[in-house]
T-cell receptor
């Protein structure tokens, strides 16, 4: 039990499909994050939610649409993706965005392949 | 331009010896630094951290050193164990930007191989 659970673990989708990634955390945290890890690149922060409010959108294309219905759940809705969007998508949570010196806890990731 | 750099993509050490992983950063507003370990097909796992008010933090086999003037930190693992073969990521955050204390900027990682 990692505390942060992501589903599905693997996803293959066509460029015209619509799919959603789900993340759930059981740690009582109030901040949740989406990161993207592409080959040969560092983890890139995509979106940040603090207390269900989006506080950061790191210039992510609109074909990625996050949703945070409550502090425990985070979704990433995907539509009309491109093959270059194939990557490992990681969800993370932390206590909140205002507490100093806080670490983030990661889920196991969703390996996305766009064909 | 990368704000957190891990210039060694890979490192190989003998079991039982010391592993030293290095990380440099460019943003002087960073005040919290973390090391994560990642196995294939898993998410990163938090290892150890250090705030900018310290220059050393130790936790079991892991010690992190911070040199603020050089904007450099290092992770020492003693002794290295075969189960420690993984990718190690350095990350940094800043408390100066309101509400963003948890936003982590990562390096590209260093793949550590521990040989028996």
């Amino acid at each position: 039990e990692t505390g942060v659970t992501q589903t599905p673990r693997h996803l293959v989708m066509g460029m015209t499909n619509k799919k959603s990634l789900k993340c759930e955390q059981h740690l009582g945290h109030n901040a949740m994050y989406w990161y993207k890890q592409s080959a040969k690149k560092p983890l890139e922060l995509m979106f940040v939610y603090n207390f269900k409010e989006q506080t950061e959108n790191n210039s992510v294309p609109s074909r990625f649409s996050p949703e945070c219905p409550n502090s425990s759940h985070l979704f990433l809705h995907l539509h009309t993706l491109q093959p270059e969007d194939s990557a490992l998508y990681l969800c993370a949570s932390s206590q909140d965005g205002f507490t100093r010196y806080t670490e983030a806890f990661f889920g196991q990731g969703t390996r996305l392949t766009v064909v | 331009d990368q704000q957190v750099k891990q210039n060694s993509p890979s490192l190989s050490v003998q079991e039982g010896r010391i592993s030293i992983l290095n990380c440099d950063y460019t943003n002087s507003m960073f005040d919290y630094f973390l090391w994560y370990k990642k196995y294939p097909a898993e998410g990163p796992t938090f290892l150890i951290s250090i705030s900018s008010i310290k220059d050393k933090n130790e936790d079991g086999r892991f010690t992190v050193f911070l040199n603020k003037s050089a904007k450099h930190l290092s992770l020492h693992i003693v002794p290295s164990q075969p189960g420690g073969s993984a990718v190690y990521f350095c990350a940094a955050s800043s408390s100066y930007y309101g509400g963003s204390q948890g936003n982590l900027i990562f390096g590209k990682g260093t793949k550590l191989s521990v040989k028996p």
